[in-house]
C-alpha cells in the first residue's frame, strides 16, 4: 500500500501523465526535471496554458490557426490539435466557423466554479492534513516559497499561477485521484475567472491564507485545515467583481513574441 501511494506521489510529482488527459501545467518547467521529452504540439499547449493561466492571453483573446502556426512554427493539423487539447481543459472555446478564443467564464460559471471548490476543497484540506507527511509538507513549502520569489520579482501572474498549484498539491497530497482531477480543472477556470473578475490589487499571497494552512497541515490538524480552506475560498470570491465589463482586443503575435512562448 505503502509503495502504491509513494508510486502515485511520483507520478504526480513529476508530472508523466498523459497529456490527453490532465492539463499540462507550466509548472513543470520550473520543478519537474522530466519536462523535455515534448512534442512541440505538447511545447504549443504548454506555452498557450501558461500564456492564459499568467494573464499574457486575455479570456476572449482569438487564437487564429495561420499565426499560431507561425509562431510556434508548426503545422495548422498541429495547432489544431493542441486547441483541442486546450478545449477539452475548458481554457480555450472552439467556435463554430469563427476559430479558437481563449475561454471566457460568465458570471454564473465564475460563481458556480467557486461553489463546486467550496464543496470539494475544505474536504480534500482535511484529508491531506490527516494524512500529512514531511515530504508532502517539503512540496508545499517550495510552492510557496516560489511564489513569494515571483511576487518579489513583480511576476504577478506567475505567482498567481504558483497559487493555484498550491491547492492542486494539497488535492493530490490527500490521494483522491478523482478529485484532485476536478480540482485540478477547476483551478484552471479558476485562472480566468480571476483574471476577467479579480478586482483587489494585491493578489495572490493576501493575507497568506496559505501559511495558516501550512500551520495546520504541520499539526496534521484536519479540523482547522477544513476550517480555514472554507474561509479562504470565501475570501477569493469576495475579492471578485462579479459584474460584467468590457476587454480590449489584443494582437496574439506580439503578446506570445513578447513572452517567448514559442519554446
Ligand atoms: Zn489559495
Ligand atoms: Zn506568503
Known sequence: MLSVKCLYRAVHTYKMIPMDNLIHHPMETSLSPTANRETPRDRMVQALSQAIHEHHLAPGTKLGEDELSDVFSVSRTVVRSALQSLAHENLVELK????????????????????????LEPRTARSAAERMTPEGLAILEAHIEAEHKALAAGEAGKALRLSGQFHIEISRLADQTIIANFIEQLIARSSLVIALYWQRQSALCDKH??????????????????ALMTSHLVDIVSALDLRERPHGDTNLKDILSRIGGTG
Open 96 to 119: 463554430r466557423n469563427r476559430g479558437a478564443f481563449v475561454a471566457r467564464p460568465t458570471i454564473r460559471e465564475a460563481r458556480e466554479v467557486f461553489e463546486a471548490r467550496a464543496l
Open 209 to 226: 491564507a496559505h501559511h495558516a494552512l501550512m500551520e495546520a497541515f504541520r499539526a496534521a490538524d484536519g479540523k482547522e485545515a477544513e
